[in-house]
């Protein structure tokens, strides 16, 4: 079992930042991928990936959020950020933090974030 504690959501006004963290306890595998996936509050919007990054450091990026928004992480304390930028209306949703390894994956309870004026 691995379990996820998320933070770092909230309201901001168009062209902010916030900064979200992730932070796994728990069975770790050595080889894992961490993310954040997004769910906006439209009827029939599914959850879509926002940016990934493995143990090895490889990282990946929705288009919608290239520029915008960096992922990293600490090894050592088996924490994973988002640090999103210039954020938009459009950014706004519950952010989910995601656990992978070989065989396993876990979803943190969200975050929300709401960017309006």
């Known amino acids: 079992q691995v379990q996820l504690v998320e933070s770092g959501g909230g309201l901001v006004q168009p062209g902010g930042s916030l900064r979200l963290s992730c932070t796994a306890s728990?069975?770790?595998?050595?080889?894992?991928?961490m993310g954040w996936y997004r769910q906006a509050p439209v009827p029939g919007k599914e959850r879509e990936l926002v940016?990934?990054?493995?143990?090895?450091?490889?990282?990946t990026y929705a288009d919608s959020v290239k520029g915008r928004f960096t992922i990293s992480r600490d090894i050592a304390k088996i924490t994973v950020y988002l640090q999103m930028n210039s954020l938009k209306p459009d950014d706004t949703a519950v952010y989910y933090c995601?656990?992978?390894?070989?065989?396993?994956?876990?979803w943190g309870q969200g975050t929300r974030v709401t960017v309006s004026s």
């Open positions: 995601k656990y992978s390894a070989p065989g396993v994956s876990y």
């Open positions: 728990g069975n770790i595998f050595s080889y894992n991928v």
């Open positions: 940016a990934t990054i493995a143990s090895t450091g490889i990282s």
